[in-house]
């Protein structure tokens, strides 16, 4: 197998001896190659192929309708820009299936971005009339959004089974992913919570926000997203434990090894275990997981808000793509904010993790602007009793989180140090020549149990070397517990 040279770019700028991390989560090479014809730069070849593919089009096709010239232009346009994106572009800390699927991800985001900053220099009716041209049947669209805050002492299993809809499938899809971005069940479990808090603080802006208490904590919080969060942390056990170790399909004999190689390109490279709080972690980190729980909340709320100002359908193509493509740049940008945050040496964040932040706030700031009719109903008490409430909790949770980081490793170590001794005194009894009987042996091996919750005494100072003590010495001190 040939590995890659990684040659060094304007987005790439770690330094010789290895102290500035960013190339590793901004463009992370590909660390084993099989099949080099894929991962060559055939640029000579795009650029014929693509230059003939337009001047074809140019040439052949009918421009007399105006629309569908424009339509045309467009394509093309974006086209071109996702080949630049492709050649130019950093593939961000993933480099399956293809490093160029991820450039083209970035690319997509970035034309996304381009287009909210000039959606917002525009009139809300401009606008309007951009998605009517591209969607004509939005003109006859009008909201239909089911009720939830109806009756909410009325109890039934057949009520409580016609709330499991579409949109709690989505639930707990939807957490079940983002347990695999985020790989902490305390984050996971404090974002839950906190949106359910956001829906209450702005139902009266948005009426689907209204639920019924046990649709809330029960529905929503325990089951739906309970179940996504465990679902998606067992599937993060599961990767953790795998062998990653990849065969070129070249190796491969069979047809069928080879297509099951293939199959396989399109799952991660490797897994790595996340730790968003070790016990070394200083208040900076906690305050930078907060923020990305801060964070988390205003992304799900430019969704429902943007839906809500330009009157767009859940399941229509606009609201879904926009999902998709959020959920798709949310992979690589929080695997590089965690690197920035975790790697002392990672002086930079990622650029797929700014454009995602760029798309975020630029998202607010159109709900804002072409929401102005709606904001004049805010009660701001409400917005700032959440917004303090947001900050509060989530330092709080996050803090919680750090405290029992440590504890779990304080007790860790105990356990280490507790098999130490218990390892120190089988040696030190078959160094004493073995007369010490069975149940001294079998103390050795099963009777440290009692001592994982209280630490060892510490050795008698009069205590003799143990080769020079009787065999009955030796069991008598090792069924009182005391350690050599």
């Known amino acids: 197998m040939a590995g890659r040279s990684r040659s060094p770019s304007c987005c790439s700028t770690g330094s010789e001896d290895g102290s500035d991390h960013f190339w590793t989560i901004n463009e992370h090479p590909v660390d084993d190659i099989s099949l080099e014809f894929f991962y060559k730069p055939h640029t000579i070849t795009l650029l014929t192929i693509s230059t003939l593919g337009l001047l074809y089009s140019a040439l052949t096709r009918s421009d007399s309708v105006p629309e569908a010239n424009v339509w045309s232009g467009f394509c093309c346009v974006v086209f071109f820009f996702l080949i630049i994106s492709v050649l130019t572009f950093p593939n961000g800390p993933f480099t399956r299936p293809h490093p160029a699927v991820w450039r083209i991800v970035f690319g997509i985001s970035l034309i996304y971005f381009l287009s909210l900053v000039f959606a917002i220099y525009q009139k809300y009716s401009d606008v309007k009339e951009v998605m009517y041209w591209l969607y004509p049947g939005l003109r006859d669209w009008k909201p239909d959004e089911k009720e939830y805050a109806v009756n909410c002492s009325q109890i039934t299993t057949a009520r409580l089974w016609s709330h499991m809809d579409i949109f709690a499938v989505g639930h707990f899809c939807g957490w079940a992913m983002k347990a695999l971005l985020v790989r902490h069940y305390g984050i996971c479990w404090t974002i839950s919570v906190m949106w359910e808090v956001s829906e209450m603080a702005f139902a009266h802006l948005l009426p689907n926000f209204a639920e019924c208490w046990w649709d809330a904590i029960v529905l929503d919080v325990l089951l739906c997203n309970g179940l996504g969060i465990w679902l998606g942390m067992y599937i993060c056990r599961k990767l953790e434990m795998r062998n990653y170790r990849w065969e070129s399909i070249k190796d491969i004999d069979s047809t069928t090894g080879k297509i099951r190689r293939a199959l396989m390109q399109f799952t991660p490279a490797s897994w790595t275990h996340i730790r968003w709080l070790d016990p070394n972690s200083t208040y900076m980190r906690v305050v930078a997981v907060s923020i990305l729980v801060i964070m988390w909340q205003l992304v799900e709320l430019n969704s429902f808000f943007l839906k809500h100002i330009f009157v767009v359908g859940p399941s229509h ?162 069924q009182n517990g005391v350690t050599f």
């Open 317 to 478: 193509p606009l609201c879904i793509g926009r999902l998709i493509l959020i959920a798709v740049i949310s992979a690589p940008s929080i695997r590089q904010f965690y690197s920035y945050v975790t790697d002392t040496q990672c002086k930079r964040v990622g650029t797929q993790c700014w454009v995602f932040c760029a798309i975020t706030f630029t998202e607010f700031i159109v709900c804002v602007k072409f929401g102005a009719q709606i904001f004049k109903q805010t009660q701001m008490l409400y917005v700032l009793y959440w917004l303090i409430f947001q900050m509060i909790s989530s330092i709080l949770c996050i803090y919680g989180c750090a405290i029992l980081a440590k504890q779990g490793k304080r007790k860790e170590m105990d356990i280490v140090k507790l098999r130490r001794n218990i390892k120190k005194a089988k040696d030190q009894l078959q160094a004493g020549g073995g007369g010490g009987g069975d149940s001294a042996r079998n103390w050795a091996t099963n009777g440290g149990q009692s001592l994982r919750h209280q630490a060892p005494p510490p050795p008698s100072a009069a205590a003799k070397s143990p080769t020079k003590q009787s065999s009955s010495e030796l069991k008598r001190r090792l």
